[in-house]
């Protein structure tokens, strides 16, 4: 005999009825086997967070960053944030970006600029299990680490070209601060140019701003007027580079490949690669490996490097970049090696030795050839 049940309007045997509840059985496990699973990434899934001095349309250093954060954000239980135009020696206003970084769930907070370092101190020790990386930052703690890159290394390979093609022997350099990051990169550069040239000199014209896109445009034009026929920067804007293009001397740039800024003009940069630091953090991170360090990767890694040269560089210059890029690459040649001269003619580095990574990261002295007060030429 057989028997039926009304399920809603619809007749159902029992025998029916069981494989349909067999059926709702396996759905509702797929289901919750998908609800798992689902759980179990978003417990896996990591925020990132990002502190910007500047805008990320800057096209220097901020965007260069913001290039690093877009590749991590296509890394799998990834996700990130940031927020931009946090001036530095702002220190409440640091500190509240941080905080409410923290307080949104992320778990790793890449502060970008040295002037952050008060804020990251006070902020790592109210959020223990935040881990905080401080980009060219001079302390660490548990959960505080920093990163930066041995851009000196590029500066010299982008120097070699300054001097090769300045015909004046006079290369302008717009510089925002003269702290030791933008005097080791200003003497690395110098450096190159003086390999290249020997009769070169490096002007150094002060902005006392990281980015003012109107004083760079001054104290690049007022570096042509002095005759520099080749200029490069340590600034965040293109704008060095759009004079250049405007008054028909050639550039380098900085950050990033500026040419699209300066067609006429650019030679080739410096640039910056942050992707190389930053997904290998993120990796450590997600697998619970990571640990406090110093980072302060160059070449090797591919954290610096020179941007594509231009159809105006000859190849005989090309050649010598890359013979002496080879030459840093297998350690056959350090940049600081002796001897070398201060400015004002005493040896700083004897011959035969080489400075050491501390001299080199607080180096706060210019070698000869550097010329930083025009009245004194």
């Not at 039926?4 to 069981?18: A, H, N, P, Q």
């Not at 223990?128 to 920093?146: A, L």
């Not at 990051?181 to 000199?201: H, M, T, Y």
Request: proline share 4%; net charge positive; aromatic share 12%.
């Amino acid at each position: 005999m057989k028997y039926f049940v009304f399920v809603g309007w619809k007749v159902m045997s029992l025998r029916d009825l069981k494989n349909n509840m067999i059926l709702c059985l396996l759905l509702s496990l797929v289901v919750a086997t998908f609800s798992f699973s689902q759980q179990e990434a978003d417990a896996n899934e990591i925020k990132v967070g990002f502190v910007y001095l500047s805008s990320v349309e800057d096209a220097g250093w901020s965007y260069a960053h913001d290039l690093g954060r877009q590749s991590i954000e296509k890394m799998p239980n990834v996700k990130t944030s940031f927020v931009d135009s946090v001036m530095e020696n702002e220190d409440t206003y640091i500190e509240a970006v941080l905080h409410q970084m923290a307080e949104s769930g992320n778990k790793l907070i890449f502060a970008t600029s040295f002037g952050y370092g008060n804020a990251v101190k006070k902020l790592s020790l109210q959020f223990p299990d935040v881990i905080f990386m401080h980009c060219s930052g001079n302390f660490k703690t548990r959960n505080v680490g920093t990163y930066f890159g041995r851009m000196y290394q590029a500066r010299y390979l982008t120097g070699l070209v300054a001097g090769a093609m300045s015909k004046s022997n006079i290369i302008g350099y717009v510089a925002a601060f003269p702290i030791p990051e933008v005097i080791r990169g200003i003497n690395a550069f110098a450096l190159g140019a003086i390999k290249a040239n020997p009769e070169a000199k490096i002007y150094v014209r002060w902005t006392k701003d990281w980015n003012d896109p109107m004083l760079e445009k001054v104290s690049a034009n007022e570096l042509i007027d002095l005759n520099a026929d080749v200029l490069t920067q340590h600034q965040d804007s293109p704008a060095t580079q759009m004079v250049a293009n405007k008054r028909g001397v050639f550039s380098i740039g900085y950050n990033h490949d500026m040419s699209s800024y300066a067609p006429n003009a650019h030679l080739t940069a410096a640039i910056w690669d942050w992707s190389t630091v930053y997904k290998p953090i993120v990796k450590n991170v997600l697998k619970g490996k990571w640990k406090s360090e110093d980072i302060w990767w160059g070449l090797k890694k591919g954290l610096v490097d020179v941007a594509p040269f231009s159809p105006k560089v000859p190849e005989k210059v090309r050649k010598m970049v890359l013979r002496n890029k080879k030459d840093i690459l297998s350690n056959k040649l350090s940049i600081f090696s002796g001897p070398i001269w201060d400015k004002q003619g005493n040896i700083r580095i004897p011959k035969g030795k080489q400075a050491t990574d501390e001299e080199i990261w607080n180096m706060n002295w210019f070698i000869k050839g550097v010329v930083d007060n025009f009245s004194q030429r």
